[in-house]
């Protein structure tokens, strides 16, 4: 079970290898990059669902329905 | 499918018509050519290639002058549930330049919605949202072209719940490349690689 697959698709060459060091080191470095953007998009995302609860929350005690409220935020 | 030779041509026959095979015009030719008004199929298998628990698939020699666009077909299994990344590459070389791909999401699971856009060294290509089985359909227009490259991208996890990610992405630089390089920053992924060609014309 090898880390790398290289292949050429005009001379059907593969090759099977593990990872150099510096491959190793590239893909810590893609790890931690990947769970970070995910990080940021899963706080985006709470924080967008915080924002429109807030935004509901007020426009009830505005009087709005729940069904008026969620028609105005796009719920 | 039949088949009949008529006036030194054969013809290959199915239940909507046929297609003419042009009879060599001296008898020391060696190959039968497709008339010029012939049926000529759009996409033109390429490469087809099967991996097993690999962390990175690199295919070399793939893009050409001969096609401008390309499509890719996956069938993938993983052992994460991660994003999936492409990297351009040329010479045996991925390119990896800062902040050179862009890459637009949507995806949808059940009646969640959701967008975002992301600037790194690699397309964010897709993901292994489940490791029971993901289909994935891409383009990839003119990366042998030295001029920006782009893609677009289908994945659909195929276990029990359905997902969808639809991702197009563009790459900055003016260069042309003859391959890619598809790995996942954890994890291995199992399954089959197909590349196609687009005739064009």
């Given at each position: 079970?090898?880390?790398?697959?290289?292949?050429?698709?005009?001379?059907g060459?593969?090759i099977?290898?593990?990872f150099?060091?510096?491959?190793?080191?590239?893909?810590?470095?893609d790890?931690?990059?990947?769970?970070?953007?995910e990080?940021?998009?899963?706080?985006?995302?709470e924080?967008?669902i915080?924002?429109k609860?807030s935004a509901?929350?007020?426009l009830?005690?505005?009087?709005?329905?729940?069904?008026?409220?969620?028609?105005?935020?796009?719920? | 499918?039949?088949?009949?030779i008529?006036?030194?041509?054969?013809?290959?026959?199915?239940?909507?018509?046929?297609?003419?095979?042009?009879a060599?015009?001296?008898?020391s030719?060696?190959?039968?050519e497709l008339?010029?008004?012939?049926?000529?199929?759009?996409?033109?298998?390429?490469?087809?290639?099967?991996?097993?628990?690999?962390?990175s698939?690199?295919?070399?020699?793939v893009?050409?002058?001969?096609y401008?666009?390309?499509?890719?077909?996956l069938?993938?299994?993983?052992?994460?549930n991660?994003?999936?990344?492409?990297?351009?590459?040329?010479?045996?070389?991925?390119?990896?330049?800062?902040?050179?791909?862009?890459?637009?999401?949507?995806?949808?699971?059940?009646?969640t919605?959701?967008?975002?856009?992301?600037?790194?060294?690699n397309?964010?290509?897709?993901?292994?949202?489940?490791?029971?089985?993901?289909?994935h359909?891409?383009?990839?227009?003119?990366?042998f072209?030295?001029?920006?490259t782009?893609?677009?991208?289908?994945t659909?996890?195929?276990?029990?719940?359905?997902?969808?990610?639809?991702?197009?992405?563009t790459?900055?630089?003016?260069?042309?490349?003859?391959?890619?390089?598809?790995?996942?920053a954890?994890?291995?992924?199992?399954?089959t690689?197909?590349?196609?060609?687009?005739?064009?014309s």
């Amino acid at each position: 079970m090898a880390d790398v697959l290289i292949v050429n698709a005009k001379t059907g060459e593969r090759i099977e290898r593990d990872f150099t060091p510096e491959e190793l080191a590239q893909r810590e470095a893609d790890r931690i990059a990947a769970e970070e953007a995910e990080a940021a998009r899963v706080a985006e995302e709470e924080a967008k669902i915080a924002a429109k609860q807030s935004a509901l929350q007020k426009l009830a005690a505005l009087g709005l329905t729940e069904e008026e409220a969620q028609a105005i935020v796009g719920a | 499918m039949g088949g009949c030779i008529m006036s030194g041509n054969i013809r290959l026959y199915n239940t909507s018509g046929y297609v003419e095979l042009q009879a060599p015009s001296s008898a020391s030719a060696q190959v039968l050519e497709l008339p010029t008004d012939s049926i000529k199929p759009a996409l033109v298998h390429l490469h087809t290639e099967n991996f097993s628990a690999v962390s990175s698939v690199s295919v070399d020699d793939v893009f050409s002058s001969e096609y401008e666009n390309y499509r890719l077909i996956l069938d993938t299994t993983s052992t994460a549930n991660v994003e999936w990344s492409l990297r351009l590459r040329v010479s045996g070389a991925d390119n990896s330049t800062a902040n050179s791909y862009v890459t637009q999401k949507l995806t949808a699971s059940a009646s969640t919605v959701s967008g975002s856009r992301t600037t790194h060294d690699n397309w964010s290509f897709g993901e292994h949202q489940n490791v029971q089985g993901n289909g994935h359909d891409a383009i990839i227009w003119r990366p042998f072209a030295a001029e920006k490259t782009s893609f677009w991208n289908n994945t659909a996890a195929t276990a029990s719940n359905a997902y969808l990610s639809i991702r197009t992405g563009t790459h900055n630089q003016a260069t042309s490349y003859d391959g890619f390089t598809i790995y996942q920053a954890s994890g291995t992924f199992s399954g089959t690689l197909r590349i196609y060609g687009y005739r064009n014309s």
